[in-house]
C-alpha cells in the first residue's frame, strides 16, 4: 500500500488526466490523426476519442487520475452522446493550470476549487448567451464537423433524424454490407407476427386491418369462455373485425377466432408473445394498450378476461399483421396516453444501469412515439466498420444535441471567447479556469502547426474565430460553418470542473502499486 500526502497526491492523480489528454490530443479536431489500440487480441483504429479513452490503460499510481477523468467523461458522453475529448482536454489543462500555482506556503486548495466553482455560471451564462438555432444546412455541417468531414456520415444521419422528428430516435446497429443503410419504421413495431398461419392471407403475405378494435389480455388463452365474452363484445362494431393481443392462445379459443374469421363472422387476428429471455409479457401488452388506448386485462390488475367488457376495447387506424412482424398505426386521438407511455419508458432508460435495457427502452419509447429509425453501418473490414460506425454515433448525438440546445461558435472559440472575461483575472482559481478554457483552441492550432500566441482573434464577436480548417481567421457564421452544440460544451466544461475540483482538493492518496 502507497501512502501519497500533498503535492505528491497531487501531482500523482495529475499526471494519469495529463497523460490521457496528450494521447486523446492526437485525435481532436479535423486534423486529428487515427491511433491503434490493441483490444483483445485485435487491432482497434479509431480517431474517436471516446473509444481511445476507454482502451487506453495506465500503469502504477496514474491509473487514478485516468479512471477518475474516464469516469466523467463515460457520464458526459452518456448524458449528451458527445463531448468526451473535450472534456478529458480541459481537466487535464485546469489541473496543469493549478498546479502551476503551487506554493508550500500560499497553497489554498479549497479556494482555488471555490472561486473555479463560483464562476462557472457566469462562463455558462456567456455561452447560452451567445448560442444559435439550427438550420438544416447547419446540422449537416454539425454533423459533418462531429464526423471528421466525412459527407456521407453526414448526410445519412442529418437525414435519419429529419425523418424521425422531434420525438423519434435514431439507432445504430451493425450492417452486412460495406456502406450506411437506413431503415425508417412508422408506428409501434412489434418483433411477433400471427399466432397461427390460417390467419394470414394463405400464402404468407402480411395481413392488413383498417380500423380494427383490439384486446389486449395478460392471460394465456385455451378453452372457448376465454374468447367468448371478447368476441361478442367486439362485433358490435360490425366490419371492424378484432385484433387480440395476448401471451398464448390455443386448444379452443384458437379454434374459435380461426372459425369465425374463416366465415367471416369476425374477421379476427391474434398476435402473440411470451419469452422470459425479452421484456416481460406486461410490458409488451402495455405498449400495445398505449397506442390503441386500450385496457390492459389481467388478474394481476384485477380483471376477469372472461367477463370482458366494451370498454376495454381500444382501436387503431391501421394494424398490419405477419409471420413474425406487426405494425401498429395509431389515431391521433391517443397522444396522450402515448404520451405517458413514453415519458415513463424514457425514465426508465436513464435510470437503468444496463446499456441494453437502456437501448431498448429508448427503441421502444421512439416506435411508439411515431419515429424509429436504424443506420446499419458495415464496411470492408471489421475495423474500418468500427471507426465508420464511432463516426455515425459521434455526428447522430452532436446533431441531437444541437436540436436540443442550439449552436455556439466551434473550434475552441466560444470557450476561449469567455476565458477573456476581465473578471477571471482577479483571483487565482478565476486564472486557472481562463487557462484551461484556452486549451481546446490550443490543441487544435498545435495540429495545425500554428502558433497560438499569434492568433489574433477580435475581443467583441465570439463568431469571428481561427479555422483549423482553412488555417486562418473567419467568420464562423459563413459556410462552411464552423459549430458545436451547446450542450455538449456545458456538460464538458461542468464534468471537467467537477473531476478538477475533486483532485484538487485530494490531500492524501492511499493505493495498491500495480506494475
Given at each position: 500500500?502507497?501512502?501519497?500526502e500533498?503535492?505528491?497526491?497531487?501531482?500523482?492523480?495529475?499526471?494519469?488526466?495529463?497523460?490521457l489528454?496528450?494521447?486523446?490530443?492526437?485525435?481532436?479536431?479535423?486534423?486529428?490523426?487515427?491511433?491503434?489500440?490493441?483490444?483483445?487480441?485485435?487491432?482497434?483504429?479509431?480517431?474517436?476519442?471516446?473509444?481511445l479513452?476507454?482502451?487506453?490503460?495506465?500503469?502504477?499510481?496514474?491509473?487514478?487520475?485516468a479512471s477518475?477523468?474516464?469516469?466523467?467523461?463515460?457520464?458526459?458522453?452518456?448524458?449528451?452522446?458527445?463531448?468526451?475529448?473535450?472534456?478529458?482536454?480541459?481537466?487535464?489543462?485546469?489541473?496543469?493550470?493549478a498546479?502551476?500555482?503551487?506554493?508550500?506556503?500560499?497553497?489554498?486548495p479549497?479556494?482555488?476549487?471555490?472561486?473555479?466553482?463560483?464562476y462557472?455560471?457566469?462562463?455558462?451564462?456567456?455561452?447560452?448567451?451567445?448560442?444559435?438555432?439550427?438550420?438544416?444546412?447547419?446540422?449537416?455541417?454539425?454533423?459533418?464537423m462531429?464526423?471528421?468531414?466525412?459527407?456521407?456520415?453526414?448526410?445519412?444521419?442529418v437525414?435519419?433524424?429529419?425523418?424521425?422528428?422531434?420525438n423519434?430516435?435514431?439507432?445504430?446497429?451493425?450492417?452486412?454490407?460495406?456502406?450506411?443503410?437506413?431503415?425508417?419504421?412508422?408506428?409501434?413495431?412489434?418483433?411477433?407476427?400471427w399466432a397461427?398461419?390460417?390467419?394470414?392471407?394463405g400464402?404468407?403475405?402480411?395481413?392488413?386491418?383498417?380500423?380494427?378494435?383490439?384486446?389486449?389480455?395478460?392471460?394465456?388463452?385455451?378453452?372457448?369462455?376465454d374468447?367468448?365474452?371478447?368476441?361478442?363484445e367486439?362485433?358490435?362494431?360490425?366490419?371492424r373485425?378484432?385484433?387480440?393481443?395476448?401471451?398464448?392462445l390455443?386448444?379452443?379459443?384458437?379454434?374459435?377466432?380461426?372459425?369465425?374469421?374463416?366465415?367471416?363472422?369476425?374477421?379476427?387476428?391474434?398476435?402473440?408473445?411470451?419469452?422470459?429471455?425479452?421484456?416481460?409479457?406486461?410490458?409488451?401488452?402495455?405498449?400495445?394498450?398505449?397506442?390503441?388506448?386500450?385496457?390492459?386485462?389481467?388478474?394481476?390488475?384485477?380483471?376477469?378476461h372472461?367477463?370482458?367488457?366494451?370498454?376495454?376495447l381500444?382501436?387503431?387506424?391501421?394494424?398490419?399483421?405477419?409471420?413474425?412482424?406487426?405494425?401498429?398505426?395509431?389515431?391521433?386521438?391517443?397522444g396522450?396516453?402515448?404520451?405517458?407511455?413514453?415519458?415513463?419508458?424514457?425514465?426508465?432508460?436513464v435510470?437503468?444501469?444496463?446499456?441494453?435495457?437502456?437501448?431498448?427502452?429508448?427503441?421502444?419509447?421512439?416506435?411508439?412515439?411515431?419515429?424509429?429509425?436504424?443506420?446499419?453501418v458495415?464496411?470492408?473490414?471489421?475495423?474500418?466498420?468500427?471507426?465508420r460506425?464511432?463516426?455515425?454515433?459521434?455526428?447522430?448525438?452532436?446533431?441531437?444535441?444541437?436540436?436540443?440546445?442550439?449552436?455556439?461558435?466551434?473550434?475552441?472559440?466560444?470557450?476561449?471567447?469567455?476565458?477573456?472575461?476581465?473578471?477571471?483575472?482577479?483571483?487565482?482559481?478565476?486564472?486557472?479556469?481562463?487557462?484551461?478554457?484556452?486549451?481546446?483552441?490550443?490543441?487544435?492550432?498545435?495540429?495545425?502547426?500554428?502558433?497560438?500566441?499569434?492568433?489574433?482573434?477580435?475581443?467583441?464577436?465570439?463568431?469571428?474565430?481561427?479555422?483549423?480548417?482553412?488555417?486562418?481567421?473567419?467568420?464562423?457564421?459563413?459556410?462552411?460553418?464552423?459549430?458545436?452544440?451547446?450542450?455538449?460544451?456545458?456538460?464538458?466544461?461542468?464534468?471537467?470542473v467537477?473531476?478538477?475540483?475533486?483532485?484538487?482538493?485530494?490531500e492524501?492518496v492511499?493505493a495498491?502499486?500495480?506494475?
Amino acid at each position: 500500500m502507497k501512502v501519497l500526502e500533498g503535492k505528491r497526491a497531487l501531482v500523482t492523480l495529475t499526471r494519469g488526466m495529463t497523460e490521457l489528454s496528450r494521447l486523446v490530443a492526437t485525435t481532436y479536431g479535423p486534423n486529428g490523426s487515427k491511433v491503434a489500440v490493441s483490444k483483445n487480441g485485435r487491432v482497434l483504429v479509431t480517431t474517436d476519442g471516446s473509444a481511445l479513452a476507454h482502451e487506453v490503460r495506465f500503469r502504477d499510481l496514474h491509473r487514478l487520475g485516468a479512471s477518475l477523468v474516464r469516469g466523467a467523461s463515460t457520464k458526459v458522453d452518456r448524458a449528451s452522446g458527445d463531448g468526451t475529448s473535450t472534456t478529458i482536454l480541459l481537466t487535464g489543462a485546469l489541473l496543469e493550470a493549478a498546479l502551476d500555482h503551487y506554493s508550500p506556503r500560499t497553497w489554498n486548495p479549497v479556494a482555488i476549487a471555490r472561486d473555479i466553482q463560483s464562476y462557472l455560471p457566469a462562463v455558462e451564462g456567456l455561452l447560452t448567451d451567445m448560442s444559435c438555432s439550427p438550420d438544416e444546412s447547419l446540422l449537416e455541417r454539425v454533423a459533418e464537423m462531429a464526423s471528421h468531414g466525412d459527407k456521407v456520415v453526414s448526410e445519412h444521419v442529418v437525414n435519419a433524424v429529419i425523418r424521425v422528428g422531434e420525438n423519434g430516435t435514431v439507432l445504430i446497429r451493425a450492417g452486412d454490407g460495406v456502406g450506411i443503410e437506413m431503415d425508417h419504421r412508422e408506428g409501434l413495431v412489434l418483433d411477433v407476427g400471427w399466432a397461427a398461419h390460417a390467419m394470414g392471407k394463405g400464402d404468407g403475405t402480411p395481413r392488413e386491418m383498417e380500423g380494427p378494435m383490439v384486446a389486449v389480455v395478460n392471460h394465456p388463452l385455451s378453452s372457448f369462455e376465454d374468447v367468448r365474452a371478447i368476441m361478442e363484445e367486439a362485433s358490435q362494431w360490425p366490419g371492424r373485425g378484432l385484433v387480440l393481443f395476448c401471451p398464448k392462445l390455443t386448444g379452443d379459443a384458437l379454434t374459435t377466432l380461426i372459425l369465425n374469421d374463416a366465415k367471416g363472422v369476425l374477421p379476427c387476428i391474434a398476435v402473440t408473445y411470451y419469452s422470459p429471455s425479452q421484456y416481460d409479457t406486461l410490458d409488451w401488452l402495455d405498449d400495445v394498450a398505449a397506442v390503441t388506448n386500450a385496457h390492459t386485462v389481467g388478474a394481476v390488475r384485477g380483471d376477469n378476461h372472461q367477463e370482458f367488457k366494451s370498454e376495454w376495447l381500444g382501436s387503431a387506424r391501421r394494424i398490419t399483421v405477419g409471420r413474425d412482424k406487426t405494425e401498429i398505426h395509431a389515431y391521433p386521438d391517443a397522444g396522450e396516453r402515448v404520451s405517458a407511455r413514453v415519458a415513463e419508458l424514457h425514465h426508465r432508460a436513464v435510470v437503468t444501469t444496463s446499456d441494453y435495457d437502456h437501448d431498448r427502452y429508448r427503441e421502444r419509447g421512439a416506435a411508439m412515439a411515431g419515429g424509429l429509425c436504424t443506420l446499419k453501418v458495415g464496411g470492408y473490414t471489421t475495423s474500418e466498420a468500427q471507426d465508420r460506425r464511432s463516426r455515425v454515433e459521434d455526428a447522430l448525438h452532436a446533431v441531437q444535441e444541437a436540436l436540443r440546445t442550439g449552436l455556439v461558435p466551434g473550434a475552441g472559440r466560444a470557450l476561449h471567447f469567455v476565458s477573456t472575461m476581465p473578471e477571471l483575472q482577479e483571483t487565482i482559481g478565476g486564472r486557472v479556469l481562463a487557462r484551461a478554457l484556452e486549451e481546446p483552441l490550443r490543441v487544435l492550432s498545435a495540429r495545425s502547426n500554428t502558433s497560438f500566441p499569434t492568433l489574433d482573434l477580435p475581443s467583441d464577436d465570439p463568431w469571428v474565430g481561427w479555422c483549423p480548417v482553412r488555417q486562418r481567421v473567419a467568420d464562423f457564421r459563413e459556410p462552411p460553418a464552423v459549430v458545436d452544440p451547446l450542450g455538449v460544451v456545458l456538460a464538458s466544461l461542468r464534468a471537467a470542473v467537477s473531476v478538477a475540483v475533486t483532485t484538487i482538493t485530494t490531500e492524501v492518496v492511499l493505493a495498491k502499486s500495480k506494475t
